[in-house]
């Protein structure tokens, strides 16, 4: 088996867990292949030196059947990993190297464990769903899908107003600061902390969440994912900016965008013993008695 593994320079890594992480590689002897930053962080915080040929750049080479990508980081560490991998169905399993998250779930304390369910073939693959969005851009992005959301939002004081149909029919004008589309996967993202409800990442739905509306009867709203979202943009005193997972993009006043549900899935590897409720009660700290 195949490790593709990604990581970001910005984390706070130490010599002494990437030391951890490439001897207990070596010790289960998958064979793996690195990004470019992470390869030149490896060699600067802990000393090893990787080989050429296993040192991959913006997108990851096509790779043999049963590889898989561990993203060492956190969330957003796993939303970069995807958009290496561009059109290629393999499973990511992200390992936690900071807080805990809802996608790297996985905690890197346990490597032990995780190397040997991955030779044991106790890691599940779950599909989630993406975005696929269509309009004009002042910079076309490198890749029109998002895993999370797709956000439109204010650039400065002024408001904005974005008027929205599904399927054709208006659903609102959202004037305030922006709205939010999001997928089941991205409920615990954005969305949650602009009010969208969580939705557990198997359901078959799309979120519309508004940002700050200025009329407070504006709530989130679940659509079905087989509905097409039409939005355009209105903004008079206010440049306006666009957000597909974590890139952002400007735009002009007057600009329209389409969101539906892409044809192509994503799939998150995670380990038999997490579930997406433990995670939640976790982070959540729904277990916590904060009554004393």
Known sequence: MRIILFSRRQLAHTSGELRLLFATIDRFGFDYMINTEFAELVKELAGIEIPADKIYGQLVPPQPEGSIMICYGGDGTLLEGVYRLGNAAIPILGINAGHLGFLTSAPSDGLDQIFGDLIAGKIRIEQRSMLQIDGTFSQRPSSLLAL?????????????????????????????????????????????????????????????SPLAPHNLTMRPVVIPDSATISMRIHSRHADAFITLDNRT????????????????????????????????????????????
């Open 148 to 208: 999370n959301e797709f956000s439109i939002q204010r650039n400065g004081a002024g408001m904005i107003s974005v008027e929205t149909y599904v399927d054709n029919e208006m659903v609102a004008t959202y004037h305030g600061d922006g709205v939010i589309i999001s997928t089941p996967t991205g409920s615990t993202a954005y969305s949650l902390s602009a009010g969208g409800p969580v939705v557990v990442p198997s359901c078959s739905c799309l979120i519309i």
């Open 249 to 292: 993009y400007s735009v002009a006043s007057e600009t329209s965008f389409t969101i539906k549900r892409a044809e192509k899935a994503f799939f998150l590897a995670l380990p038999h013993n997490i579930s997406f409720y433990d995670t939640l009660r976790n982070k959540m700290m729904w277990g916590v008695d904060i009554r004393s």
